[in-house]
């Protein structure tokens, strides 16, 4: 049985995505229960339908802002540093 594990010497977008995502499901499902307004619950519903549409279609607008800002991706740091060599 393989198991995935992304490295963790740095924060590659792979990574960061996963943690916005998990924040923001994170946040808007605590101020739900706070607050009791279902509006919240919106914002969990959009991250989930920007998951599905990165799966499906490979796009991920977050990636894509990321990059913008100058994070790495995991796939653009080994390929330079030539780890990616069999």
């Known amino acids: 049985m393989k198991i995935y594990r992304l490295p963790k010497d740095r924060w ?32 969990t519903l959009f991250v989930g339908f920007m998951l599905m549409f990165f799966a499906i279609t490979g796009i991920c607008p977050s990636s894509i802002f990321l990059g913008l800002v100058g994070v790495k991706s995991m796939l653009e740091t080994y390929c330079k540093e030539g780890k990616g060599e069999s």
């Open 12 to 43: 590659y977008i792979e990574r960061v995505n996963f943690l916005l995502a998990g924040l923001f499901v994170f946040l808007s499902v605590l101020l739900y229960f706070i607050t009791g307004k279902t509006g919240f619950l919106y914002f």
